[in-house]
């Protein structure tokens, strides 16, 4: 048996383990003695135009075409209406040619560090970063490297990276809005980020390209603009998912995009093919590739998730709890009231509140909390985390 | 850029390959013109059932529920079901607890090769055989070792495995019905099959698993059982796949039963569970995981296929080709009319007959057939057989 296999296997993500202990502690104490805050799983109900479209196209296609196979890379239709979007939102050149249908952002992301990779390569991940990116780097056969992040504002510290690009490096991972830290990227970093690369690139001769993963892309609040990085930077595999702005995680949906700029576009689009056939990805869900096509444009109601972010940031800055209140996805990242953050989960555990450590996300002494939940849930568990916050002796506004 | 991906990439399989020429030359000549038989996407519609189910579950479930994440290993009333249903059928022991939902069997297979294999391992299989497994054995780090099958019957030549064994040896790899024979394993020959491995595990001092890859287990004709290896060889990895049985080639529906029996069976199950993670695979789509819960016992109407058969098989014989007719699946594998068989797929291309050469399954000097296509179309098709096999000088009976 393979020994790598059996210890992810049997050290599942810290996030599933809390998740599944969620699940086990509300059946023997009712769920509204647990504030699960654990997993990213939106709550907020897909748009009706989803159901609508599943429902046509279950009455009017016929079934063997509705639910055969597509061609590898997706149903040529689809991954049209796709590369059309992205020209028309973004302004960048797109192809169907250059689009290549996922079973959801871990798929690209595994798929695209597949294509790009050789063995002893690194991966570049700026902390906090999702937990998963270290397995995905070393299924492709390279080395996650983590970088630390600006600590007041959690963009990316340029001049880090300038000392951290190396002969091996391969690849950065770009996520934002970030999970954890809900922090988007301004215009500002990645016209540093860009510029770096392409000085590096040229130093070491060899391309580094961006693999931006961009689920949460739709998921900004206050009009924050979200950079489109294959504006700025050529060597762009951009990693989307419609799990979170369509509200279909369970669905496996997503896309990975070329950026027809990249050198050896084509080439590099070929090694994404193959390698989705290496990992055993025949074409992404049939049914689901047709109806999202039809969905292009349309994001789930985020003004609840919006809600939620002011409502909990403000209390819990109210609390004494010190975070950055950031502008997307649906994560807040929050100092630990106390230096070890598994210690500081478990006396939350005692009010039920369930938060996930960010030392697996690479940051010691934070935690997040995920906040894609029911408003309601939200508000019961306010008054625990102000009863933790007093146990640190913290003292309320 | 990875230089293995971009190889699969751009030299893709030659059943897509044709596919795509099959396609290109319809829009060109005329769908009547071209007779497909490359591909094994079915041609019987999904049994009524999918569809109520689809649709019922859309209109009664909530739907966050519905399209968000099951656990990792799948929903756990969906593996249940599926266990419950084994048991019945197959009257051995199957617990929820050792399923594990994925994405089609391409997911299944790699997984499950991932799980058990260590980077200089091999794995058997016999040809001639489904043409991706290479690419799944070398994803998982292992080198296939094809064998050559019977030439009269297509059953497992026992006797060449045992030469063949080795103490690198991790899997063999099952699939029956074959694809491409159509051959179902009579029980002798699997009898035989355990005891060989049984002895060799024991020489060897390692297990040797048998990773059974079973898309086509119902489709069989004129009453035929498909022997359940789990009840004949402990150390069995079932990758089953609802493709085929429910038509349903394109939504990515399948599972692993790791068998209970097996030695350290909780732990090559954790190691399946590690593989699908690290491969990226983070649920089975989950409206299909529900759906295919509801349909178990349920199988598309296949009679279709048999009628398919008998038909083709019986012109072909009689037009002086030579084929072994099948019991099950949906090939048949002939011999070619000369040496070479892609000079004569070439030739049967001029009659717009697309046929699949065997070489890529392992068998030099074959053809396969695939005839999950409409009935109309073979019977067009025979004018057109009967005229290539009379390029080859064969006298019509």
């Given at each position: 048996?393979?020994?790598?296999?059996?210890?992810?296997?049997?050290?599942?993500?810290?996030?599933?383990?809390?998740?599944?202990?969620?699940?086990?502690?509300?059946?023997?104490?009712?769920?509204?003695?647990?504030?699960?805050?654990?997993?990213?799983?939106?709550?907020?109900a897909p748009p009706a135009i989803v159901k609508e479209t599943l429902l046509r196209l279950l009455q009017e296609e016929e079934p063997t075409a509705l639910h055969g196979y597509t061609s590898a890379q997706g149903d040529l239709a689809v991954r049209r209406a796709i590369a059309a979007y992205i020209e028309k939102t973004q302004g960048v050149e797109?192809?169907?040619?250059?689009?290549?249908?996922?079973?959801?952002?871990a798929a690209s992301l595994t798929i695209s560090l597949s294509a790009i990779c050789n063995a002893g390569d690194e991966v570049i991940a700026f902390a906090?970063?999702?937990?998963?990116?270290?397995?995905?780097?070393?299924?492709?056969?390279?080395?996650?490297?983590?970088?630390?992040?600006?600590p007041e504002t959690f963009q990316i510290d340029v001049s880090l990276l300038e000392k951290a690009i190396s002969a091996d490096t391969a690849a950065v991972i770009v996520n934002s809005p970030n999970n954890p830290s809900g922090v988007v990227y301004s215009e500002e970093t990645v016209?540093?980020?860009?510029?770096?690369?392409?000085?590096?690139?040229?130093?070491?001769?060899?391309?580094?390209?961006?693999?931006?993963?961009?689920?949460?892309?739709?998921?900004?609040y206050g009009g924050v603009k979200v950079p489109y990085l294959t504006k700025y930077y050529k060597n762009t595999v951009v990693c989307?998912?419609?799990?979170?702005?369509?509200?279909?995680?369970?669905?496996?949906?997503?896309?990975?995009?070329?950026?027809?700029?990249?050198?050896?576009?084509?080439?590099?689009?070929?090694?994404?093919c193959g390698a989705g056939r290496a990992l055993g990805y025949v074409c992404a869900p049939s049914l689901f590739q047709k109806t999202i096509a039809a969905c292009q444009g349309v994001t789930a109601d985020v003004s609840v998730y919006e809600k939620n972010r002011d409502l909990l940031a403000d209390a819990l800055r109210s609390y004494g709890y010190r975070l950055v209140k950031p502008d997307g996805a649906f994560y807040l990242f929050v100092r630990a009231l106390e230096e070890d953050a598994y210690a500081?989960?478990?006396?939350?555990?005692?009010?039920?509140?369930?938060?996930?450590?960010?030392?697996?996300?690479?940051?010691?002494?934070?935690?997040?909390?995920?906040?894609?939940?029911?408003?309601?849930?939200?508000?019961?568990?306010?008054?625990?985390?102000k009863k933790l916050a007093e146990d640190y002796g913290k003292s309320i506004d």
């Open positions: 048996m393979n020994r790598r296999m059996y210890e992810l296997g049997s050290r599942r993500s810290v996030i599933r383990e809390i998740f599944e202990y969620g699940k086990k502690r509300a059946q023997q104490e009712g769920k509204d003695k647990v504030f699960d805050f654990s997993l990213g799983n939106p709550s907020v797109a192809d169907a040619d250059y689009i290549y249908m996922t079973c959801g952002a906090p970063y999702f937990t998963e990116y270290k397995v995905f780097a070393e299924t492709a056969g390279a080395r996650l490297v983590p970088l630390a992040s600006d016209g540093k980020l860009a510029a770096l690369l392409d000085k590096k690139s040229r130093e070491y001769g060899r391309t580094i390209y961006i693999v931006t993963d961009e689920p949460y892309r739709e998921l900004v989307y998912s419609y799990s979170k702005s369509l509200s279909l995680p369970g669905e496996r949906i997503g896309y990975i995009f070329v950026s027809p700029q990249a050198e050896n576009a084509k080439e590099l689009y070929l090694a994404v500081f989960c478990e006396r939350a555990k005692r009010y039920g509140l369930l938060l996930v450590p960010g030392d697996d996300f690479g940051c010691a002494g934070y935690v997040r909390i995920a906040y894609c939940v029911s408003p309601d849930m939200i508000s019961r568990s306010l008054p625990y985390f």
